[in-house]
Nanobody, 124 residues
Framework: EVQLVESGGGLVQPGGSLRLSCAAS????????MSWVRQAPGKGLECVSA????????YYAESMKGRFTISRDNAKNTLYLQMNSLKPEDTAVYYC?????????????????WGQGTQVTVSS
């Protein structure tokens, strides 16, 4: 069974940090580009960051550059997102997603596999 299971979300104060994890199973993890996508209340899906199968190529949305770091451990079939300097506008449900495309993409319509999401709330 193909599964993506996110963890690590929670409530954090502005300026704080969180590390999200996504455990993958049921498919060949390093064949897939992986992404973090978020959905804020009342808004659409937004690709936060993406990483290629071998980790050699990454994408960050402009507002995340310098604050978020995506990484993956193919030996552990796990994707990570280190989030620093969090802002209230980062509040959202964060999903991990996978696609087998030939290049890293921020197009959420291209993602084939999705996790169930983890809530991140940034508030004082």
């Amino acid at each position: 069974e193909v599964q993506l299971v996110e963890s690590g979300g929670g409530l954090v104060q502005p300026g704080g940090s969180l590390r999200l994890s996504c455990a993958a199973s049921g498919f060949t993890f390093d064949d897939y580009n992986m992404s973090w996508v978020r959905q804020a209340p009342g808004k659409g899906l937004e690709c936060v960051s993406a990483i290629s199968g071998n980790g050699g190529s990454t994408y960050y949305a402009e507002s995340m550059k310098g604050r978020f770091t995506i990484s993956r451990d193919n030996a552990k079939n796990t994707l990570y997102l280190q989030m620093n300097s969090l802002k209230p506008e980062d509040t959202a449900v964060y999903y991990c997603a996978a696609d087998i495309g030939g290049y890293v993409s921020s197009n959420t319509n291209a993602y084939e596999l999705w996790g169930q999401g983890t809530q991140v709330t940034v508030s004082s």
